[in-house]
């Protein structure tokens, strides 16, 4: 069974930083698109940043410039670095899978930013 699981999330104060990870299991990870994706408390899921097989990345505007999505296909693992938060990023973060029909997603990780 194909498993993804996040780490790194926590409280950090306006401004700090995180950085999550997502270890991913039982497929093909370098020929996988990944994604993180993140849903605040009564907000729908909403895509944060992309990332290739050929580790092409695109990001979604509200965090152009403070985020940075990576991939280490030798660890298996994709990263989301995340810098000058803001209480605004506060929200569950889902790593995500996919390629063609297949999608995978992870089980998410809090980030909370206090002001």
């Known amino acids: 069974q194909v498993q993804l699981v996040e780490s790194g999330g926590g409280l950090v104060q306006a401004g700090g930083s995180l950085r999550l990870s997502c270890s991913v299991s039982?497929?093909?990870?370098?020929?996988?698109?990944m994604a993180w994706y993140r849903q605040a408390p009564g907000k729908e899921r909403e895509l944060v940043a992309t990332?290739?097989?050929?580790?092409?990345?695109n990001y979604a505007d509200s965090v152009k410039g403070r985020f940075t999505i990576s991939r280490d296909n030798a660890k298996n693992t994709v990263y989301l670095q995340m810098n000058s938060l803001k209480p605004e990023d506060t929200a569950v973060y889902y790593c995500?899978?996919?390629?063609?029909?297949?999608?995978?997603w992870g089980q998410g990780t809090q980030v909370t930013v206090s002001s």
């Open positions: 995500n899978a996919y390629k063609r029909s297949y999608n995978y």
């Open positions: 039982r497929i093909i990870f370098s020929v996988y698109n």
């Open positions: 990332i290739i097989s050929g580790s092409s990345s």
